[in-house]
């Protein structure tokens, strides 16, 4: 059977990461569960044929271009995937590979997008007060932070990872409203380097810590538990791009429209469940 590479969006709220976990949802389990529904995987094979994916997404994290690459048949589309996927995992494109493609080794980049809720730091004009107040952000102290953690650098500081822990990551940040878009691309990534990154930056640009701790963190010395950095929540992560130079990928009409429209009322049902949370908060006196 050819090796074919899919283009996967997903809502990561609702799962436990990306990779199989025992007795917790995931989305590779949705994936596999697709593929014996449509009889592109025997029900006792563990996995698909030449299988391997782009990126291990944590739990809550979403993607846009997560990539999996697999022998399937000829007949299996993205829009015959999204017929047995559950509604918040859309197949959208698909690109025929070489049989020695591999969806992780070959990937020469990845980029993440974070959704940091940050309002810019109005203590001037003494519009500091609740929550707003307290996740202000300095956005040119949040930038030189993004510079100083750009670059190759020994991240075990920012990882649980105890090995393989030299990236060479590019952080850029945007204003968007309260939120600073941050965008982070590397050729990979150690496990929760990202949300550690995120947090380590707004840590710098509300004052909590100083640009100096970005140096302490790439020392050969592990930082004390009270120096330690947190990650930042998953759910305001996305994988936005995995690149492949050599793979191109055809978007598949009707899989993107339904993907569309799934992901746009779910962008309804939560602006709906903000205005009732809205309407409590500012009720409550």
């Known amino acids: 059977m050819p090796t074919r590479a899919f283009r996967i969006a997903y809502d990561g709220t609702g799962y436990y990461g990306f990779q199989r976990q025992p007795d917790v949802p995931t989305v590779e389990d949705a994936v596999f569960d697709a593929l014996r529904g449509l009889g592109a995987l025997a029900s006792d094979a563990d996995k698909p044929d030449g299988y391997a994916a782009a990126g291990r997404t944590d739990a809550g994290v979403s993607a846009l271009a997560q990539t999996v690459a697999l022998a399937v048949p000829e007949w299996l589309t993205p829009r015959a995937f999204n017929a047995e996927l559950p509604a918040d995992i859309r197949a959208w494109a698909a690109g025929d590979a070489s049989e020695a493609f591999h969806a992780t080794?070959?990937?020469a980049?990845?980029?993440y997008t974070y959704h940091l809720y940050a309002p810019p730091n109005l203590?001037?004009?003494g519009d500091t007060a609740g929550i707003a107040g307290e996740h202000a952000v300095d956005d040119a102290r949040f930038r030189a932070a993004c510079e100083a953690l750009?670059?190759?650098h020994d991240f075990h500081n920012l990882t649980p990872d105890d090995h393989n822990t030299e990236r060479a990551?590019?952080?850029e940040a945007s204003r968007d409203g309260d939120y600073l878009v941050v965008t982070v691309t590397a050729s990979g990534f150690a496990r929760e380097l990202v949300r550690r990154l995120v947090s380590l930056a707004r840590d710098?640009?509300?004052?909590?810590?100083p640009l100096a701790k970005i140096d302490r963190t790439f020392g050969s010395d592990p930082l004390p538990g009270h120096e330690g950095i947190a990650p930042a929540p998953p759910e305001?992560?996305?994988l936005a791009a995995v690149d492949y130079p050599d793979l191109e990928f055809a978007v598949d009409e009707e899989a993107a429209a339904s993907?569309?429209?799934i992901f746009e009322r779910r962008r309804i049902d939560r602006r709906t469940g903000s205005r009732v949370a809205g309407q409590i908060a500012d009720g409550v006196r």
């Open 105 to 107: 080794h070959d990937a």
């Open 109 to 111: 980049s990845r980029t």
């Open 123 to 125: 203590a001037d004009a």
């Open 150 to 152: 750009s670059g190759s």
């Open 169 to 171: 990551p590019t952080l």
């Open 204 to 209: 710098v640009a509300t004052g909590a810590e």
């Open 236 to 238: 305001p992560l996305v």
């Open 259 to 261: 993907a569309r429209a």
